[in-house]
Each structure stands twice: as structure tokens, then as C-alpha cells.
């Protein structure tokens, strides 16, 4: 069964429910008015017979001659109120035996008291029952004392016959059937409508998320009618989802092709080194050492990248860094005579370096900078400057890598910071980086609860800014605002953990 199919039953049967307890209350309420209304006016016919009884000072007779002129008078002189009423009037003795009726019953099986009422009756106790009747049909009747002087002397029987009510009943009856079932048919095809209407949305998505298996085709998306219903923003999220697949399948593709790059290059080096090897340079030992050389080098490179991508599964694990005080110039010290021997035709210097002490991983802080650094020389041509900055602006130190390089593009700046992304992917680079080094200065800096930012003009050079928070035991110093950069600035900021472990530099955004 469909869900179309299952809504429209579940309808259809919460509102059969509702009409049938709808048309059973109706009932029972228009059932309780008419015998209300029976019941009422044979109360009032019996308090007015009552009344004239006491009046007429006429004694019920209790000998066999049955005298009853008085009582027979008072049964032909209806009260006006009851002109063309179906009441009738009967007065028994305390024996039960008839005295006389009016000509209001319908036959002799009416007339009959049953002990049980004439019992109560003369205990002084009033009674409205009914009766049915053999020949169908029911009768109430108000079954009351008689008294004279105080004493009990026969019983008043007030009885009107219900088939005035049997009949309104009845109708009643067919009418919320009839009206019931024509209105349960013209529901059930509107609401098998409105269902059918209510989830061609759905069926739209199933029909697009069945193409896009079969063709494979995640550009697609879903068509939104309405964003603001639930059915808009189940499209909505599902649109979210295929963005988010598409870009993790694009990735994917991506990072398969470029480690696949960076693997085959130095394995095929490592290959060519062997076979000079084996063709002989085992003897000659210039040569033995250029192919090792060669060759360590290779593995180092493999060692990287494998380390690199380590650190980002780790980081994606959550595995929780150090937290321990980390002084950030003796840092930026350390960094600048490291990287130092390796800028060959680029001046490395020191700008302004204040005293700054942070609590994270020192290994992880000192692994971003020279991330950072060693990018900076490897994409700056030769004579040109890279700077180190260390400020302390507000509650936050700054540590920048500036650079005279040729600068990245605005197009790629909101991409730079991910894995495996190069700016210029025809370029040839220096230093043969995968793509991973400035996602994982990103990683690291957030998980010490700081942001990273550049800024960068193509043909002049870029800066990224290391922001961290300073360690509680040290008081903000200088009045400078963060310079979050202009519109060719990327900030990105989170809360994501990264994991402990270093990876030596590598170059990333070319």
C-alpha cells in the first residue's frame, strides 16, 4: 500500500469515527430534548390533575359500588393547556383495581398498573416510566400518589404514547445516515485529491533523486515551489545534501587524482634511481651517493605527505591537542633560523616581535608558521622579501607571514584554505607540494581557538595573519584594532579540534 493509500484510509477513518460520534451525540442529545420535553408535560399534567382532585374535595370510594361521578368529572374537563393533547388520565384504587380513564389510551393494554408502580405509588413515591407495548411502540407514564386528608387513597396514572418521538427519532436516524454516507463518499475523493496533490512534491524529488542515480548527475537540484512549508524545506535540505555531495564527489575526484600525482612522481624517481643502480653505479661511488641522495629525498617527500594526511584524519577524529604555555617570539625565532638556510635568493627578516604567550601545542603553533613561511619563499621570486611579524593586539596576538610574491587571485581566495587545492594547477612549483599545508594551518589555529586571514594583490604579494588568544596570565597590550583585510581577504574561523603530530612545510597556494 502506498503512502497516497495510507493517508487516505487513515482519513477516511478518523472521519468515520468523527461522524459516527458526531451522529451518535446528535442522537442521544435530541433523543434526552424529546422525551424531556414528553416528560415534562405529563409532570404538569399530573400536578393540574392533582390540583383539581384537591379541590374537589371528592373522596375516593372504597366500597364496591365503585362511585366515581367525581373523579369521571374531573377526566372530562381537560385543562386548556392540554387541549389536543395525547395525554391520557387513569385513577386506580389502592387495590389496583381501575376506577376510570379518559379516552386517551390507545387500548386495554395500557390500562394495566404494574404492582411494582402501584407498590411505590402507595408508599407515596412518584415514578415516570415506560412502558413497551406488545403491539409495538412505547408509553411513559408519571405514576403518582392519590391522597385525601392526608391519607392515600388511590394512584393517578399520567400516560402519553412516545411513537411522536419514535418517528422524530427515526428520521433522524436516516438523515444522519444518508447525510453521513454522501458526505463520507464526497470526502473520501477530496481527500484522496488533496493527498495526491499535497505529495506530488515528494514524487517530483523521488523522480529527480532516481535520475540523478541513474545518470549520476549531482548538478541537479530540486525544483521549490514554496520555501516556507515543510515540503519546501525538506527540498530545500535535499538541495543542501546534493550541494554537499557534489562537493564532497568533486573532492573526492580531486584528492584521488592529486595524491596520485604527488605519489607517482617521487616513486618514479625513487624507480629511475634504482635502476642506475642496478646498471651498475653500486661501483661508483659519486654516483651511488647522487641516486641515495635522491632517493632520501623521494622518501622524504613521501614521508610528508603521508604524515599530512595523517594529521588531517586525526583532526577530523577530534583528537585533542596539548595545552601547555608556548611563547610565541622565542617561536618566531626558531621558525626564522630554520627556514633561513633555505631561502637561498630571498632576504628572510623579522619585523616588529612582541612578547607573546599563548596556551596550545607549541610543535602544532611552530608547524603553521613554518607552513606558512616556507610557503611564502617557495612563491616569492628571487630578491624579494618575506617578513615575520609578531603583535599583541588587544587579547589576541598576531603572527604574520608577509611576502613579495605574486599574490592570489580574489577567485581563489575562499578556496586556498582547502585540501588539496591549487591555485594554479598548470604552474610548475618549486617545491612539489599536495595542496594540504594551509588546510592544515587552518586546523591548527582553530583549534586553538583562533582565525586565520590573508590578504593578497596579485603581482605585489600576500600576508596571512596568524590571530590566537593570548594566555590569561598575560595583559592585553597596544590599542590596535584586527584588520580583518579588504575585500580581497579570506577570514575563516571555527571550532574544530586538530590532532598532535608535526609535518615539515610545504608549498600550497600555486
Known amino acids: 500500500m502506498t503512502l497516497r493509500q495510507r493517508l487516505t484510509l487513515f482519513s477516511v477513518l478518523f472521519l468515520v469515527v468523527s461522524l459516527s460520534v458526531i451522529g451518535v451525540g446528535l442522537y442521544a442529545y435530541e433523543r434526552t430534548i424529546l422525551l424531556n420535553g414528553v416528560r415534562n408535560d405529563l409532570l404538569?399534567?399530573?400536578?393540574?390533575?392533582?390540583?383539581?382532585?384537591?379541590?374537589?374535595?371528592a373522596p375516593m370510594p372504597f366500597d364496591g359500588s365503585v362511585d366515581a361521578s367525581a373523579i369521571i368529572s374531573l377526566l372530562q374537563l381537560p385543562a386548556e393547556e392540554f387541549e389536543g393533547s395525547p395525554i391520557s388520565v387513569a385513577v386506580y384504587k389502592s387495590t389496583g383495581v381501575l376506577v376510570q380513564s379518559s379516552q386517551g389510551f390507545m387500548s386495554d393494554e395500557s390500562l394495566n398498573l404494574r404492582s411494582q408502580d402501584l407498590r411505590a405509588a402507595l408508599?407515596?413515591?412518584?415514578?415516570?416510566?415506560?412502558?413497551?407495548?406488545?403491539?409495538?411502540g412505547r408509553l411513559m407514564q408519571v405514576v403518582s400518589p392519590l391522597t385525601f386528608n392526608n391519607e392515600v387513597v388511590g394512584v393517578l396514572v399520567v400516560s402519553q404514547p412516545l411513537r411522536t418521538v419514535d418517528r422524530a427519532l427515526d428520521t433522524l436516524i436516516l438523515v444522519l445516515l444518508v447525510s453521513g454516507g454522501i458526505m463520507l463518499i464526497v470526502s473520501t475523493v477530496g481527500i484522496d485529491q488533496i493527498v495526491?496533490?499535497?505529495?506530488?512534491?515528494?514524487?517530483?524529488?523521488?523522480?529527480i533523486a532516481e535520475q540523478i542515480v541513474r545518470a549520476e548527475d549531482l548538478s541537479r537540484r530540486v525544483a521549490i515551489s514554496n520555501s516556507h512549508d515543510e515540503l519546501g524545506r525538506l527540498g530545500?535540505?535535499?538541495?543542501?545534501?546534493?550541494?554537499?555531495?557534489?562537493?564532497?564527489?568533486?573532492?573526492?575526484?580531486?584528492?584521488?587524482?592529486d595524491v596520485s600525482h604527488e605519489l607517482r612522481t617521487p616513486l618514479a624517481a625513487?624507480?629511475?634511481?634504482?635502476?642506475?643502480?642496478?646498471?651498475?653505479?653500486?661501483?661508483?661511488?659519486a654516483l651511488l651517493s647522487e641516486s641515495l641522495t635522491d632517493i632520501e629525498r623521494e622518501v622524504g617527500r613521501l614521508t610528508r605527505l603521508v604524515n599530512d594526511l595523517l594529521l588531517l584524519a586525526q583532526s577530523e577524529a577530534g583528537v585533542q591537542i596539548r595545552k601547555e604555555p608556548v611563547e610565541l617570539d622565542t617561536l618566531l625565532l626558531e621558525v626564522f633560523r630554520e627556514i633561513r638556510p633555505l631561502a637561498e635568493h630571498v632576504k628572510l627578516q623579522i619585523g616588529g616581535e612582541d612578547q607573546a604567550t599563548v596556551?596550545?601545542?607549541?610543535?602544532?603553533?611552530k608547524q603553521a608558521l613554518l607552513n606558512l613561511t616556507y610557503?611564502?619563499?617557495?612563491?616569492?621570486?628571487?630578491?624579494?622579501v618575506v617578513t615575520l611579524n609578531l603583535e599583541c593586539i588587544g587579547r589576541e596576538a598576531a603572527m604574520s607571514v608577509t611576502d613579495t610574491g605574486e599574490g592570489i587571485a580574489s577567485e581563489d581566495?575562499?578556496?586556498i584554505f582547502e585540501r588539496f587545492y591549487r591555485a594554479d594547477k598548470a604552474r610548475v612549483r618549486k617545491g612539489g607540494g599536495a595542496g594540504i599545508g594551509l588546510a592544515i594551518v587552518r586546523w591548527i589555529v582553530e583549534a586553538h581557538g583562533g582565525s586565520v586571514n590573508v590578504r593578497s594583490t596579485v603581482g605585489e604579494g600576500s600576508t596571512f595573519t596568524l590571530w590566537l588568544p593570548l594566555a590569561a596570565s598575560q595583559s592585553p597590550q597596544g590599542a590596535g584594532v584586527r584588520n580583518t583585510g579588504s575585500p580581497a581577504t579570506q577570514v575563516l574561523s571555527s571550532e574544530s579540534g586538530v590532532a598532535a603530530g608535526h609535518t615539515p612545510p610545504e608549498s600550497e597556494h600555486d
Open 236 to 257: 530545500t535540505v535535499i538541495n543542501d545534501l546534493l550541494l554537499r555531495l557534489e562537493t564532497l564527489f568533486i573532492t573526492q575526484r580531486r584528492l584521488t587524482a
Open 359 to 365: 596556551i596550545g601545542d607549541r610543535d602544532r603553533l
Open 270 to 285: 625513487m624507480r629511475g634511481n634504482i635502476e642506475v643502480l642496478r646498471r651498475g653505479a653500486l661501483h661508483n661511488p
Open 44 to 57: 404538569r399534567a399530573t400536578q393540574r390533575f392533582q390540583a383539581q382532585y384537591r379541590d374537589s374535595n
Open 413 to 415: 581566495l575562499p578556496h
Open 375 to 384: 610557503n611564502a619563499v617557495q612563491h616569492t621570486p628571487d630578491g624579494g
Open 196 to 207: 495526491r496533490r499535497a505529495l506530488k512534491p515528494i514524487d517530483q524529488i523521488s523522480e
Open 123 to 136: 408508599n407515596g413515591e412518584m415514578q415516570v416510566v415506560e412502558i413497551p407495548l406488545k403491539r409495538g
